[in-house]
């Protein structure tokens, strides 16, 4: 009975050694290596050949052009890039009214010059908070200013019968013409 129980022993290992994927010793994965590197060597080879045939081939296209076509084609560079300017100039010239007009209406050199370029580029969420960034500053000023104008506030004593009599009479006083009493 003891040799029953070793062979079902040994028997059930082979099964589970069965189903595990193999891995691969080092030399297989060392040629799989020197594999792809062969490959890569040959697409860089071949990638190196490309390149110098397309650059042979254009430089016989620039041979075979004409004077005509050389002239023409250099006329088409200097009109692209007169264009360009062109363009460049014209956003400058937006950027430079919008920037003109934000400070005609009290924004500051900088913010009114951050406004305008966000205004040219469309950026209209910038605008807004620049709007908000000068509804801000007018407030903030407003309020100084008008603190300034402030009447003298009173002591906080509450008014008497003799002060709001007096008061009365030197309103009427003021009225008629007359200074007011001495107190």
């Known amino acids: ?7 079902k022993n040994t ?23 020197k594999a792809l590197q ?20 254009k430089k016989k296209f620039q041979a075979t052009l004409s004077e005509a076509e050389k002239a023409e084609a250099d006329r088409a560079e200097a009109e692209r890039t007169l264009r360009e300017e062109n363009e460049a100039l014209k956003r400058d010239k937006v950027i430079s009214s919008y920037s003109n007009r934000a400070l005609s209406l009290g924004y500051d050199a900088d913010l009114a ?11 209209m969420s910038a605008v807004f908070d620049s709007i ?28 008497s019968t003799n002060t709001v009599a007096s008061d009365e009479d030197d309103k009427y006083r003021k009225w008629m013409g007359l200074p007011p009493r001495k107190k």
């Open 132 to 159: 908000d960034q000068l509804i801000q500053k007018v407030r903030t000023k407003t309020v100084t200013e008008n603190y300034g104008k402030q009447a003298n506030l009173s002591t906080g004593t509450p008014p």
């Open 38 to 57: 062969t490959a890569l060597e040959k697409q860089k080879k071949a990638t190196d050949n490309a390149s110098s045939d397309a650059a042979n081939w």
């Open 1 to 7: 009975m003891a040799e029953n129980t070793e062979n």
């Open 11 to 33: 028997q059930e290992p082979e099964t589970t050694e069965d189903k595990k994927p193999t891995a691969p010793t080092i030399e297989e994965l060392a040629a799989s290596v």
């Open 113 to 123: 010059a951050q406004t305008a370029e966000a205004m040219a580029n469309g950026d």
